[in-house]
């Protein structure tokens, strides 16, 4: 479905993270988490493509969703412009989401970068779903790390790393995720959930490779369509051959991605 | 009321708007977001006689007002077509163009020869822009005479409506255009991408892993308009215009210079309900300036 949606609030979170709540009734009804939408930033031959986004949480009381974006380009500059009152042409949701009708007790969450952004969906679910979860979030710098003390109210175990050694672990959050799965050999069941920047995920797969839990991995690629129509956002998938991101995914469970190299 | 409708060879379209090959899947793709049968026709993505897996990633990548892509022809194989994409448009109310391609001249008789018996099928558009396996790699509708030979092939194995759907990438497009005509075409389509490329300053990488890809989209429209243009001088059969179309305004453009129907592409992409947008638009544009049929827009480019 195509919306046109306005914006009711949006401000910075640190110099170029921002948040943007959208009034999007029947995508606050409808989404899951893991789903997203498909942004046209303004109307117009220039940008020409719309911006696949993160469902960064619901607030179905408002009818609203909320997004969670880096200004990374033209696209996202734009949209960063914006103010309340505009409004958004967008598809969605899109794609599938997490899968949360495996049976686990306890949840491991790994967020890198902007991967933040379609977690706290997640965890708002697996929270309804009376879960126990674990949250590694790395990042660049600690100014990224927000709603902490809400994170640790909601009884969440929460461990940061930070490359530049401004807050928790200094280094990278599968730093966090290697010394995690050494320590918790318990009986307890797990699922496991990363999302973030290719490369940390590339990371994430080779260091479960001995645990015997499922995890699944929210991918990124670039798209047109956001359909499964122009097949420009494939994934190589075991067993599967080429799957769409866009389609087929976003999230798959991590040990069927063949990353390149 | 206004006619909309136009001929292409002896096919009747509702409208003169159908959806260009790779930008709609094989016709059912975005059903959630347009009635297909309000649409002039359908032209299913590029299949070849085996399965294609496509190419490597980054397949595509946005540029200014238009975009590259290398899909390098992912497509689910004749098989597949026929068993499960042609039978979910039966019943549809609209027309039908499977798109075809092969890796060798002969192969484009086969998959002709595969698929021309159907009666879902409409009519069949000769996808040349792709590379030519046998002899050097070269896209086969780079050469008049292969050209010529793909259409003859064609044209033996069916008495179905047959389009050639041309690549601009050519010195002289006329002349490619001519050769299909002569060879039996029904009509031509143009165009197919342009080829393009870009580089990551910031990586020092190219935006597509096979480096060159195929530049679509608004930014190529005033060249397809002109190989348009320049084809419809020279041939007899219908010509189909392809490229860069995103608005009512650009398909009337394309109908004065002389074009019978439009394809819209990468449009669909950007706002899957755009090309009905086109339908409504034309229409309301006939009706006020008095045009009973838009027929009688084709070519009506007045020189000053
Ligand atoms: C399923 C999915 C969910 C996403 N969720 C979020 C989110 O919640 N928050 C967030 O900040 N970012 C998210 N991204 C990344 C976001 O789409 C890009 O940052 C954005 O498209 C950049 O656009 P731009 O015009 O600012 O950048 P430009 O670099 O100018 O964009 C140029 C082109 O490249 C594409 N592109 C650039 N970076 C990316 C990228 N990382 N992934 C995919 N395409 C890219 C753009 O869409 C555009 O087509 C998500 C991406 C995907 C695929
Ligand atoms: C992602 C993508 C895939 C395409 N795949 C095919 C294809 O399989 N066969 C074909 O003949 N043309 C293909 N094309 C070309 C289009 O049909 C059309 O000729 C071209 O995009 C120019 O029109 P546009 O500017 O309206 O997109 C593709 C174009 C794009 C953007
Ligand atoms: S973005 Fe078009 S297939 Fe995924």
């Not at chain 1, 490779?209 to 991995?217: N, T």
């Not at chain 2, 979910?88 to 391609?101: E, F, G, P, R, S």
């Not at chain 2, 050769?179 to 342009?194: F, I, R, W």
Request: glycine share 10%; with cysteine.
């Amino acid at each position: 479905m195509i919306h046109i949606c306005e914006i009711t609030e949006q401000h910075s979170i640190t110099n170029n993270i921002y948040r943007m709540r959208l009034k999007a009734p029947m995508i606050a009804s409808s989404a899951k988490p893991g789903q997203f939408i498909h942004i046209k930033v303004r109307t117009g031959i220039d940008p020409l493509l719309r911006r696949p986004f993160s469902i960064h949480r619901i607030d179905p009381g408002n009818e609203e969703i909320i997004l969670l974006y880096r200004k990374a380009g033209r696209g996202t500059s734009i949209l960063s412009q914006m103010s309340p009152g505009d409004s958004l042409d967008l598809m969605g949701p899109l794609g599938q989401g997490f899968d949360l009708q495996t049976s686990f007790d306890h949840a491991i969450i790994v967020a890198g970068g902007m991967g933040s952004a379609p977690v706290f969906f997640l965890i708002d679910e697996l929270l309804k779903a009376k879960k126990k979860i674990t949250l590694l979030w790395g990042v660049r710098a600690g100014e990224e790390i927000f709603n902490e003390n809400e994170i640790r109210k909601q009884g969440i175990e929460l461990k940061v790393a930070t490359e530049d050694a401004s807050k928790g672990h200094c280094g990278f959050v599968t730093d966090l995720l290697s010394e995690y799965l050494s320590k918790n050999i318990t009986k307890n069941t797990y699922s496991g959930f990363v999302c973030g920047p290719e490369c940390m995920i590339h990371e994430v797969q080779k260091i479960v490779e001995s645990v015997d839990f499922r995890w699944q991995a929210s991918l990124e690629a670039r798209m047109a369509c956001g359909v499964g129509v122009c097949l420009g956002c494939a994934v190589l998938i075991r067993e599967r051959g080429f799957q769409m991101v866009c389609k087929d995914g976003p999230v798959f469970d991590l040990r069927e991605v063949q990353f390149n190299g | 009321m206004v006619d909309l409708s136009v001929k292409i060879g002896s096919l009747r379209l509702k409208n003169p708007v159908l959806t260009a090959s790779g930008t709609f899947g094989y016709g059912r793709d975005y059903d959630e977001y347009l009635d297909i049968a309000q649409l002039g026709g359908i032209v299913t993505k590029t299949i070849t006689l085996n399965p294609r897996e496509g190419n490597p990633m980054p397949r595509i990548a946005e540029t200014p007002a238009g975009m590259l892509n290398s899909i390098g022809l992912s497509n689910v194989g004749a098989d597949r077509y026929l068993s499960d994409k042609l039978p979910a448009l039966k019943n549809v109310d609209t027309v039908v163009i499977a798109n075809v391609a092969g890796d060798t001249i002969e192969e484009y008789g086969e998959i002709v020869s595969r698929i021309q018996d159907q009666s879902r099928i409409d009519g069949i558009e000769i996808n040349v822009s792709c590379p030519n396996v046998k002899q050097g790699g070269l896209a086969f509708g780079t050469n008049p005479d292969i050209t010529a030979e793909v259409v003859r092939i064609s044209r033996l194995e069916t008495e179905k409506p047959l389009i050639v759907k041309l690549t601009p990438n050519v010195t002289d497009i006329t002349e490619i255009a001519l050769a299909a005509q002569e060879s039996g075409a029904d009509a031509v389509s143009c165009m197919n991408t342009l080829v393009g490329m870009g580089i990551d300053i910031s990586t020092r990488k190219p935006l597509l892993h096979h480096i060159l890809g195929g530049l679509s989209g608004p930014s190529i429209k005033p060249v397809a308009l002109a190989k348009a243009y320049q084809i419809v001088q020279v041939l007899d059969i219908p010509v189909i215009g392809i490229g860069g179309i995103m608005t009512w305004e650009d398909a009337v453009e394309f109908l004065l210079a002389g074009v019978t129907a439009v394809q819209v592409g990468t449009l669909s992409f950007v706002d899957p309900y755009g090309s009905i947008a086109i339908i409504e638009g034309l229409r309301l544009y006939c009706q006020k300036n008095g045009i009973s049929k838009v027929e009688n827009l084709i070519g009506g480019m007045i020189q000053s």
